[in-house]
């Protein structure tokens, strides 16, 4: 009896050690293998692995920024569960989207490559999260909350206002209806960056031929798209339509640079596309035609150091341009350094 006894326990042990090594070198060879033998394997994931060939990213690995099967425990092995049973139960999904949280996992991952520009985006006012956005006390009094707010906060949430934020209304108390939310990123990475879209990768210069570095470095934009929540797309940069801007009466001289455009997406006037209207701060006035990018920091949007690119210490008129009664410098100005004009400091002498 004994004998029998061990006899099991023995095979029992052999076949769990040859279960390991089985699971543990499938394993091993789906984290390492080329994205075509695996992720690509599953039809559902094709167009996202085959968008990725052709993008700036293309020599990472799927798990890089999406993780592994056990990358986050039981949570990876329920999710990623979950599509083999899809898969197998024919439940047809046009297109595979990430959920937010699943998205703004991957956002975290950010910070491992591209840590320069992620501490830049910590300090901006782009990393609010969703607490200050639909908490906000005076703006909530000023503007009532309504479906647009998420159009440029929370453009990710798969929901409605009404269900992150309660009461909807002007005179609060506001609460947060949904408490996971509260901290979350209302604007991460992938509000302006389509990680997937067609790129190249960053080359070394021809140092043989110092004078030609400059000339033949790429101007490009790429990765910069605007994600459109209603159509659950990114729209790139180039192809975002250019803004019609109107000032008593006569049309504003605008930027062409298409990263601009992207900023007006959220930066925008209102229906009548007056300047200086909703959120609109498209330079006029002495900066009219400037595009967003001369002066603000494209991941920290900090301009402090951007009248020095333009203007010497000393105006032709005598005055330290940093130090003149605008925005700039003193945060109450009313002469806004986005629609500043020359009579604004030279009253009486229509230099416009």
Same mark, same amino acid.
């Given at each position: 009896?004994?004998?029998?006894?061990?006899?099991?326990?023995?095979? @029992?042990?052999? =076949?769990?050690?040859?279960?390991?090594?089985?699971?543990?070198?499938?394993?091993?060879?789906?984290?390492?293998?080329?994205?075509?033998?695996?992720?690509?394997?599953? *039809?559902?994931?094709?167009?996202?692995?085959?968008?990725?060939?052709?993008?700036?990213?293309?020599?990472?690995?799927?798990?890089?920024?999406?993780?592994?099967?056990?990358?986050?425990?039981?949570?990876?092995?329920?999710?990623?569960?979950?599509?083999?049973?899809?898969?197998?139960?024919?439940?047809?999904?046009?297109?595979?989207?990430?959920?937010?949280?699943?998205?703004?996992?991957?956002?975290?991952?950010?910070?491992?490559?591209?840590?320069?520009?992620?501490?830049?985006?910590?300090?901006?006012?782009?990393?609010?999260?969703?607490?200050?956005?639909?908490?906000?006390?005076?703006?909530?009094?000023?503007?009532?909350?309504?479906? %647009?707010?998420?159009?440029?906060?929370?453009?990710? /949430?798969?929901?409605?206002?009404?269900?992150?934020?309660?009461?909807? %209304?002007?005179?609060?108390?506001?609460?947060?209806?949904?408490?996971? !939310?509260?901290?979350?990123?209302?604007?991460?990475? $992938?509000?302006?960056?389509?990680?997937?879209?067609?790129?190249?990768? =960053?080359?070394?210069? %021809?140092?043989?031929?110092?004078?030609?570095?400059?000339?033949?470095?790429?101007?490009?934009?790429?990765?910069?798209?605007?994600?459109?929540?209603?159509?659950?797309?990114?729209? =790139?940069?180039?192809?975002?339509?250019?803004?019609? !801007? $109107?000032?008593?009466?006569?049309?504003?001289?605008?930027?062409? %640079?298409?990263? $601009?455009?992207?900023?007006?997406?959220? *930066?925008?006037?209102?229906? /009548?596309?007056? =300047?200086?209207?909703?959120?609109?701060?498209?330079?006029?006035?002495?900066?009219?035609? !400037?595009?967003?990018?001369?002066?603000?920091?494209?991941?920290?949007?900090?301009?402090?150091? @951007?009248?020095?690119?333009?203007?010497?210490?000393?105006?032709?008129?005598?005055?330290?341009?940093?130090?003149?009664?605008?925005?700039?410098?003193? @945060?109450?100005?009313?002469?806004?350094?986005?629609?500043?004009?020359?009579?604004?400091?030279?009253?009486?002498?229509?230099?416009?």
């Amino acid at each position: 009896m004994k004998k029998k006894i061990s006899s099991i326990y023995l095979w @029992s042990v052999i =076949a769990a050690i040859v279960l390991f090594v089985f699971l543990g070198s499938g394993y091993s060879y789906w984290n390492s293998a080329s994205p075509d033998k695996t992720c690509a394997s599953c *039809h559902e994931i094709q167009s996202s692995v085959h968008s990725l060939s052709t993008s700036s990213h293309r020599n990472l690995k799927c798990s890089n920024c999406h993780g592994t099967a056990l990358s986050n425990g039981i949570h990876s092995l329920k999710e990623k569960g979950m599509m083999v049973v899809n898969h197998v139960k024919e439940h047809q999904i046009e297109t595979i989207r990430m959920n937010e949280e699943q998205l703004l996992a991957v956002h975290d991952k950010c910070s491992k490559c591209h840590s320069d520009e992620f501490a830049k985006w910590q300090s901006s006012g782009h990393s609010i999260n969703y607490q200050h956005v639909f908490l906000n006390a005076k703006h909530n009094k000023t503007e009532q909350l309504n479906f %647009d707010c998420l159009r440029c906060h929370g453009m990710f /949430h798969s929901g409605t206002v009404e269900e992150i934020v309660e009461p909807i %209304d002007k005179v609060g108390p506001w609460k947060m209806k949904d408490e996971r !939310l509260t901290t979350l990123s209302a604007i991460p990475c $992938m509000a302006c960056h389509q990680i997937h879209k067609n790129g190249t990768v =960053a080359e070394t210069p %021809d140092y043989s031929s110092p004078k030609s570095i400059f000339y033949l470095a790429r101007r490009t934009s790429e990765g910069i798209s605007f994600y459109d929540r209603q159509e659950k797309t990114y729209i =790139a940069d180039v192809d975002l339509p250019e803004l019609k !801007l $109107m000032h008593q009466g006569k049309a504003v001289v605008v930027s062409d %640079d298409p990263l $601009m455009r992207n900023c007006i997406q959220c *930066h925008a006037p209102n229906a /009548h596309h007056l =300047a200086g209207t909703s959120d609109d701060r498209t330079p006029r006035g002495v900066h009219e035609g !400037l595009s967003c990018q001369a002066c603000h920091d494209p991941h920290s949007n900090d301009a402090r150091e @951007s009248c020095s690119k333009c203007h010497p210490a000393l105006s032709n008129c005598g005055l330290d341009v940093t130090k003149m009664n605008t925005t700039f410098a003193d @945060s109450t100005s009313r002469n806004n350094i986005h629609f500043v004009s020359c009579n604004d400091c030279h009253p009486g002498k229509n230099l416009n």
